[in-house]
């Protein structure tokens, strides 16, 4: 007999309950359902792992609903049952399943096993049979019995003893097929589904049913008649048509589709209901399973049982308030604060709660007025209070927006977690805390809903508790990670940098830069003008019109009617897309054509119209910088991302006049580091000829063309040699093949290989190093930065060989890019200080990737000149110097 803990109080099921879980179909939906993030669960011996993961949890999921004292997990013995036997190509049409799949069931019966859940197949009979006659035993035993599965066929068991939910969405979401959910959904009663199945057939199973015959004539006729046997009784008594020819004409194809389809009830098993007595997991098993499959988070989840309840209690809360804020702010101690919204755009979001507190005491209220309150901001602004937060830069912005300004932010979970592990960058408080093994805490989805069904929930007790746990987790967790976060020698790197740099950031954000409308419209209407010109050239040259947005129709033009050459089709025609046009611009006029609309169009609905809609109120457009987003280290921007705007296509370049500065008499500042990549790639590698390069202030890339095309002088490298160099030069640093650097430049992949080797003998010491860091990856799981931002590899040792090189080129290239992204963080972090140190009306704005850009009085332009490249140049001290230029206009655009 198994016991269970609820609400704290020792209970025992008074009725058994059986839970039987159909393991093939729950196996490919928990595969599928985290397919996306197959390549980000691998664990140290290359073994993919996402279906074990999601397995693991839809397990709990129905362990922790359904409270079972007996659990059975049935699997298909083999593709040979006694349905092929009579049915040749029953489930003939199913793809093979998948190699990444297949390797993880051994996985799976360790999982069940360690567990202590009985699993089970037999031969010549499929999981549902086994499950079927199990349900039949259980029910007539006086059991409750629930059936778990990804195969709605398992639906027709239903029946007062019998429910059986499905999986409808994801790893959670599941529907639960009742006697009484049948009628109402489909107006049959469960065991008629068989009859259903055997008119309308089965294309997943792959077994026909009666021609012509659907899941809506199906239905109805089993309504009317009520079973496949009644219906043939009656058949000749219907009218003439063409349904009465085909049920007449298939009449054994439905007979033998309903055979097909029954579930068997009686399948010679061997597995007795004792069997299947469940009492609990063995600690010791699951310990080493999840250490063999580097589940980290569900190792801290093996924590007893009275303490996970324990973190689940409720929570003291006291409502904060004008009144009692005094009471709330005096504890001198470290208190935890946030200020809840919940949409992303905390610039615009609405305010739905402010907590704070210690784990003696929580205050929460959702009365956002309340950050007006002196006291409050007093306490706020003091820096000797010590707060831990859950993303310290829209705490800062969202209380900016009612006068408020946070100082004394000593902990932010958020960036410390990311840190930790670049690859866990959820931004939802609970899904984070479960990363480390704190259960206490539920994710937002689950309290808020998601989508447009996102919203405060309307029990107010429930709400007032989330936010109170949500405080909770960050206080409990602190020790924790700062503790983590030294043993990985990355303490400097969040005290010295991103967490500084989240204050710097949010100042930006707050200031905004100013857009003009008029601008955009002016171009928005050009751009119009000249889009309606292409489409009447693109109709003339085609013949008519047609939708030219429509990949399919436009295929249909190319390729069917103007016999162009198809380059590559997909399963819904022909592909257009940009790299095939490309390849075809000799062949046609109109694929130029084709290649501008598409270009000017998408400038006109990302840029102009985009960019229109996101000024606010005060004429200016406020981007959110995330920190926490890509695995490299380097700054992502939101709402709108203005690091996106096109540099070298002057339509999309054009954008940038639009944005001016804030005063009249003022102008944009713009300082850019220059090849800061390769500069750093020079540091890291001890290459001491292209160290010399640097030093000497020579053209890296001219440099490099004169090796690879074997000159003397370099008034013999021409600008094509030049771009061809600088595409090696780079391509390096991404761990590029010699097939990659080919496309890229389009040479062959002989000549790509000879400029790659010129390049090694040239740089030596960049090959050895690019060799190293790629051990250095195999030993450890993970590379670092200069700053020691560390990114993790879990593909580094995989068996699938593209899985491997590509984590092999991504060993490269991150110390490269994350070190520059940690370059100009530095920078940003020094600007901002040096500018409120010298009491300067300049204002940084933007950072997009390796440049710096700012607003400042005509009059200060001198001194930006002077000033801001040289504290960007000595940001960090490298081997090599680091250069940066500089420029100023009356616009961004005018800048470059």
Do not use: C
């Not at 309903?258 to 579930?263: P, R, S, V």
């Not at 303490?491 to 100013?514: N, R």
Request: avoid cysteine; proline fraction near 4%.
């Amino acid at each position: 007999m198994r016991y269970f803990l609820a609400k704290g109080v020792l209970t025992v099921p008074t009725t058994k309950k059986l839970l039987l879980v159909d393991g093939n179909s729950v196996a490919f939906r928990a595969f599928f359902a985290m397919h996306s993030a197959l390549e980000s669960f691998i664990n140290h011996d290359g073994l993919h792992t996402n279906a074990i993961y999601a397995f693991k949890t839809m397990l709990d999921n129905i362990l922790k609903q359904t409270e079972p004292t007996n659990v059975l997990v049935a699997f298909d013995a083999g593709k040979t049952t006694f349905r092929t036997k009579k049915f040749d190509d029953y489930k003939g049409t199913r793809a093979k399943m998948p190699g990444e799949l297949a390797e993880q069931l051994p996985f799976l019966h360790k999982l069940l096993d360690a567990y202590g859940i009985k699993w089970y197949e037999l031969k010549d009979y499929e999981a549902d049979d086994i499950i079927g006659t199990m349900a039949k035993e259980g029910a007539a035993a006086g059991m409750d019995v629930t059936v778990l599965s990804g195969d709605r066929d398992l639906t027709q068991l239903a029946s007062d003893r019998v429910t059986v939910q499905v999986t409808v969405k994801g790893v959670t979401q599941l529907e639960a097929y009742t006697p009484a959910h049948f009628q109402e959904k489909l107006g049959i009663a469960p065991k008629q589904l068989i009859d259903v199945k055997a008119l309308m057939g089965d294309n997943s199973d792959n077994y026909p049913g009666v021609t012509k015959v659907g899941e809506k004539t199906a239905l109805k006729l089993v309504q009317e008649y009520g079973s496949v046997e009644d219906l043939y009784a009656h058949v000749d008594e219907m009218k003439k048509s063409k349904l009465k020819e085909n049920l007449i004409n298939d009449k054994d194809m439905a007979f033998l589709s309903k055979d097909l389809a029954t579930i068997r009830t009686s399948a010679p098993i061997t597995v007795k209901l004792a069997d299947t007595d469940y009492a609990g997991p063995d600690v010791e098993a699951l310990t080493a399973l999840y250490q063999e499959l580097d589940f980290n988070s569900f190792l801290k989840d093996l924590a007893p049982q009275e303490e996970e309840v324990a973190v689940k209690k409720e929570l003291p809360v006291i409502s904060l308030s004008a009144e009692n804020l005094d009471l709330a702010l005096k504890n001198t101690d470290p208190q935890a604060f946030m200020i809840e919204m919940l949409g992303d755009n905390y610039h615009t979001e609405p305010v739905i709660a402010v907590g704070l507190g210690t784990p003696a005491q929580w205050y929460v209220t959702t009365d956002h007025t309340i950050l007006q309150n002196p006291a409050l901001q007093a306490w706020l602004a003091d820096n000797q209070r010590i707060k831990y937060v859950f993303d310290a830069k829209r705490n800062y912005v969202a209380a900016h927006r009612f006068g408020a300004t946070i100082k004394g932010i000593d902990f932010d979970m958020l960036l410390v977690s990311y840190l930790l592990n670049t690859v866990d960058n959820s931004n939802d408080l609970g899904a984070v805390a479960k990363m480390h093994g704190y259960q206490g805490v539920e994710p937002d989805a689950t309290v808020y809903g998601t989508g447009a069904k996102r919203q405060v929930p309307t029990d107010s007790a429930l709400f007032i508790q989330h936010i109170a746990h949500k405080l909770a987790a960050i206080y409990q967790l602190q020790p924790q990670l700062i503790q983590d976060l030294k043993d990985h020698e990355q303490m400097p790197l969040y005290t010295d940098i991103e967490l500084p740099l989240a204050i710097v950031l949010a100042d930006m954000e707050i200031a905004g830069v100013k857009v003009e409308p008029d601008t955009l419209k002016k171009m928005g209407a050009s751009l119009k003008e000249r889009l309606q010109d292409l489409e009447n050239r693109i109709y003339t040259e085609a013949g008519h019109e047609f939708n030219i947005n429509s990949p399919k129709q436009l295929g249909v033009v190319l390729f069917d009617e103007m016999k162009l050459t198809p380059i590559k089709k997909t399963k819904t025609g022909y592909s257009t897309s940009v790299s095939v046009l490309e390849k075809l611009q000799d062949e046609s006029p109109i694929i130029q054509m084709i290649l501008s609309y598409r270009q000017l169009a998408k400038i006109q609905s990302t840029y102009v119209e985009g960019l229109l809609g996101q000024i606010h109120p005060d004429g200016k457009i406020h981007t959110r910088y995330v920190q926490t987003l890509t695995q490299t280290g380097r700054l992502s921007s939101q709402d709108p991302n203005l690091q996106n705007i096109p540099m070298h296509q002057d339509e999309g370049k054009q954008i940038r006049k639009a944005f001016v500065p804030s005063y009249p008499g003022w102008q944009i500042f713009d300082s850019d580091y220059s090849q800061v990549e390769l500069r750093v790639l020079a540091h890291v590698s001890g290459d001491e000829n292209m160290r010399e390069a640097f030093r000497e202030n020579r053209d890296i890339h001219a440099n490099t063309a004169m090796k690879i095309f074997h000159l003397s002088d370099p008034s013999q490298v021409t600008d094509n040699m030049r771009r061809q160099a600088k595409a090696t030069n780079f391509g390096i640093v991404y761990g590029i093949s010699d097939y990659g650097l080919s496309q890229n430049i389009g040479i062959s992949r002989i000549q790509a290989k000879a400029f790659i080797d010129a390049y090694f003998e040239q740089y030596p010491k960049v090959k050895e190093w690019t060799e190293q860091i790629v051990q250095t990856a195999r030993e450890k799981g993970y590379v670092e930065t200069i700053m020691h931002r560390r990114r993790y590899l879990p593909d580094i040792n995989a068996k699938n060989r593209n899985l491997r090189l590509f984590a092999e080129r991504t060993a490269m290239n991150t110390p490269i890019q994350g070190s520059a992204a940690d370059i100009i963080k530095v920078a940003m972090i020094n600007m901002a200080k040096v500018l409120r140190e010298r009491k300067l009306q300049a204002t940084m704005l933007l950072q997009v990737h390796d440049e710096l850009i700012f607003e400042a009085p005509a009059e200060e332009i001198p001194i930006l000149e002077k000033l801001v490249p040289s504290i960007m140049d000595s940001a960090v001290k490298l081997a090599v110097p680091l250069k940066v230029d500089s420029s100023y206009g009356n616009t961004w655009y005018d800048v470059k």
